[in-house]
């Protein structure tokens, strides 16, 4: 069965999957139940961060899983990340809380979501016509997608189980961050938009 995501264009369509069970058990917040990563109980934070994945860059299987916060959107891309960017644009850093945000890119039609996302239609710095999806329940930013390229996806990289699948190969609209931003000195930086993925 297929069905529309509310609020997509008529090129982005995803099959609907049962999602995946989630535990009605309480468990900390950095451990949500619906997580594989196989990362232990919350205990002090130094042991917490000790076991957090290392960027060692190794190849993860496909299909590669996503999702917010709280487990109601569940997300499979069956295909490799094409990039992944830092953005500093005026209104990442709304949904940033403060920074920019890291955003890999998938071609949408080979995404598969399950659960409600919301979208929040906007004009982008660029002067793209965008929407974002977001979680209703949680918050969780989720989604970027110019509408006049809706075959292309970003997602936002925290939303991913792995966020080491890719890290940020540019930082872009490095002339919106505020005086405090770190802008890692190693990747190419970019004063605004770059031209598109594909
Ligand atoms: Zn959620
Ligand atoms: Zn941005």
């Not at 496909?62 to 830092?86: F, K, N, T, W, Y």
């Amino acid at each position: 069965m297929r069905s529309m995501v509310e609020g997509n264009g008529a090129t982005c369509v995803f099959p609907l999957h049962q999602p995946a069970a989630v535990e009605e058990s309480h468990v900390p917040l950095f451990d949500p139940p619906h997580l594989t990563m196989g990362r232990n109980r919350i205990g002090p934070l130094s042991a917490q961060i000790d076991k957090l994945p290392r960027r060692t860059g190794k190849a993860k299987p496909m299909p590669h899983q996503a999702g917010c916060l709280c487990g109601q959107v569940r997300v499979s891309i069956d295909a490799e990340p094409m990039a992944a960017r830092m953005c500093w644009c005026r209104l990442c850093q709304y949904l940033g809380g403060g920074s920019g945000t890291v955003n890999v890119c998938f071609p949408s039609d080979r995404m598969t979501v399950t659960g409600e996302v919301r979208w929040h239609h906007s004009t982008a710095d660029s002067g793209n016509a965008m929407r974002r999806g977001f979680c209703p329940e949680c918050g969780t930013p989720l989604f970027s997608v110019a509408e006049s390229r809706s075959h292309l996806t970003f997602i936002r990289a925290g939303a991913l189980d792995d966020p080491d699948i890719l890290g940020p190969q540019a930082v872009i609209w490095t002339d919106a961050a505020p005086h405090w931003a770190h802008l890692d000195p190693e990747l190419p930086h970019y004063p605004a938009q770059i031209p598109p993925v594909a």
